[in-house]
């Protein structure tokens, strides 16, 4: 009988997953379209952020923790200030925590939070 439970929880569990998918690749000659671009580059951007430790300081949603909120900062930062910022530092933020090309991923990822 517990076994059927399971057995049930797990088909109920895989349709449900299966059913929500994911976002369709464009097929072969279709443009990526802006919002596709942009989702990719902030699935890229939250990845980086993650890998390269900035949760540590900045929190898992951006809400600061040592370091300052990020949620906002694109209100406050234009795109090449966090770009300049990721690459060189400022105050207790070190220099060199990412390449140039990871600073601007995380800078247009950054720079539209408002």
């Known amino acids: 009988m517990k076994m059927k439970k399971v057995l049930s929880v797990v088909l109920l569990s895989s349709l449900v997953l299966g059913a929500c998918g994911g976002e369709e690749e464009p097929k072969e000659g279709e443009a990526k379209t802006e919002e596709t671009a942009n989702t990719e580059g902030s699935?890229?951007?939250?990845?980086?952020?993650?890998?390269?430790?900035?949760?540590g300081c900045h929190g898992q949603d951006l809400e600061g923790a040592s370091g300052p909120e990020l949620?906002?900062?694109?209100?406050?930062?234009?795109?090449?200030?966090i770009k300049d910022v990721l690459?060189?530092?400022?105050?207790?933020?070190?220099?060199?925590?990412?390449s140039d090309e990871e600073a601007e991923t995380l800078a247009t990822w950054l720079a539209e939070k408002k």
Do not use: T
């Not at 690459?87 to 220099?95: D, E, R, V, Y």
């Open 43 to 55: 699935g890229e951007a939250e990845e980086l952020y993650s890998n390269k430790s900035c949760i």
């Open 71 to 81: 949620a906002k900062v694109g209100a406050n930062l234009s795109k090449d200030e």
């Open 87 to 98: 690459l060189n530092g400022k105050g207790s933020m070190p220099s060199g925590l990412v």
